[in-house]
């Protein structure tokens, strides 16, 4: 493997499922990944929440006149639709400045050579048509975990590197910024 050093984001384990934290912990630190961070600062409703607002706000932006058509949707989606059109744009104003803010202490924790490790979404795949209370807990969190890259637009890869009740089960390795091609030699290493 290219010398390197793997931080394991604790709070973002927390947010996995027990055995699927289990799992993947023991696939991380396999991997070398024994130094500990914590990547939400204690608040990690903010990254979906932030991810919810600005993806909503872009959504009424870049849409603006076909939703102001008054399209009919069905019934999952047209709620979501329902709450983009309810967003605050004061909101959005405030949730950029925290991804700034956020943009700068990710790149911080991940100078040239070191590599952010997570799970890529709370458990295995959840069962097609879930649509109960379980659905939206595992919904929040992957979207939690998803958008850590995302906010800082740092690179990412997520790899099938266990399995759990015989299904594959990922974990995503989070670059710094420019890191894309060590990442992927990594990627391969692992692979």
Not at 161 to 182: F, K, Q, R, W, Y
Request: charge should be negative; charged fraction near 20%; include cysteine.
């Amino acid at each position: 493997m290219p010398r390197c050093r793997l931080l394991f984001a604790a709070d973002a384990f927390d947010l996995a499922e027990p055995a699927a934290a289990s799992v993947l912990a023991d696939a991380a630190k396999a991997l070398g990944a024994v130094d500990t961070v914590q990547v939400f600062a204690g608040r990690p409703d903010d990254f979906r929440n932030a991810y919810v607002t600005l993806q909503g706000l872009n959504i009424v932006r870049e849409h603006r006149d076909f939703l102001s058509s008054d399209p009919i949707f069905g019934p999952t989606i047209q709620l979501r639709f329902d709450s983009v059109r309810a967003l605050d744009p004061v909101a959005g104003e405030e949730w950029i400045a925290w991804r700034a803010e956020t943009t700068v202490r990710m790149r911080q924790l991940l100078p040239s050579g070191t590599f952010l490790v997570l799970p890529a979404t709370p458990s295995i795949a959840p069962l097609r048509f879930l649509r109960d209370e379980t659905a939206g807990r595992f919904y929040d969190a992957a979207l939690t975990l998803g958008s850590i890259a995302g906010h800082a637009g740092l690179p990412a890869v997520s790899l099938p590197v266990a399995t759990l009740h015989g299904c594959p089960l990922g974990m995503s390795i989070v670059a710094g910024p420019g890191e894309d091609e060590s990442l992927l030699a990594l990627a391969v290493k692992i692979a």
